[in-house]
């Protein structure tokens, strides 16, 4: 199957700062890629779909300042939390679509974002 | 509004029997289901798919039945295994959309030994 690769897989950071995160489609274009938080127990909360060469377009409630998303060629998008603070902790996951409909999504391993 | 529910947040069942996880939407629009299965700290690994024109899909251990007029799901897995265990979650999209996934809030299944 598809790979999507996302990096790193867990990063430790400190209050006020900032945070990258990579969301790489390693064999195959995506135009496409969405980005996922998961809080302790509940399920995979879509924050916003990026699409490649426009706009992130976010989902009710999350700041777009805050997770800056930017979808820089069709095989990368990166999601960066700004001035992170520890209730930004969290596991966060993209994922991403060949072209064309009915196809399954592939995700990325997940990133664990703990903010001290 | 959770347009896509699970309603038992875990499950328990020996080895060698059946597993049967449910899922439930609000989303008549919806016409393309998944199933993903979820190890902790790790991304949701893809399982079985099943679009709005079939009932039921197959494979291997893993088959998918939807009810279209009830707007239900589920996931049997027989026989389950120990390495089953995860969190298992179905997600459904609308397919002119994007590939924009709607998920459930998950069903966590323990395989007895």
């Known amino acids: 199957g598809a790979v999507v690769s996302q990096h790193p897989s867990w990063v430790i950071c400190k209050s006020g700062t900032s945070v990258k995160i990579e969301c790489r489609s390693l064999?195959?274009?995506?135009?496409?890629m969405f980005w996922y938080r998961q809080f302790p127990k509940q399920s995979l909360m879509l924050m916003a779909t990026?699409?490649?060469?426009?706009?992130?377009?976010?989902e009710q409630g999350v700041e777009k300042d805050k997770f800056l998303i930017n979808h820089a060629s069709l095989t990368l998008s990166t999601l960066t939390v700004t001035s992170a603070h520890p209730e930004d902790s969290s596991f966060y996951i993209c994922?991403?679509?060949?072209?064309?409909?009915?196809?399954?999504?592939?995700f990325g391993q997940g990133t664990r974002l703990t903010v001290v | 509004d959770q347009q896509v529910k699970q309603n038992s947040p875990s499950l328990s069942v020996q080895e060698g029997r059946i597993s049967i996880l449910n899922c439930d939407y609000t989303?008549?629009?919806?016409?393309?289901f998944l199933w993903y299965k979820k190890y902790p700290a790790e991304g949701p690994t893809f399982l079985i798919s099943?679009?709005?024109?079939?009932d039921k899909n197959e494979d291997g251990r893993f088959t998918v039945f939807l009810n279209k007029s009830a707007k239900h799901l589920s996931l049997h897995i027989v026989p389950s295994q120990p390495g089953d265990s995860a969190v298992y979650f179905c997600?459904?999209?609308?397919?002119?959309?994007?590939?924009?996934?709607?998920f459930g809030t998950g069903t966590s299944l323990t395989v007895i030994p």
């Open positions: 994922s991403a679509s060949r072209a064309g409909w009915n196809t399954e999504a592939f």
């Open positions: 064999d195959f274009q995506a135009t496409t």
């Open positions: 990026s699409n490649e060469g426009s706009k992130a377009t976010y």
């Open positions: 989303n008549s629009m919806f016409d393309y």
């Open positions: 099943i679009s709005s024109i079939k």
């Open positions: 997600a459904a999209t609308v397919t002119n959309t994007g590939n924009q996934f709607y």
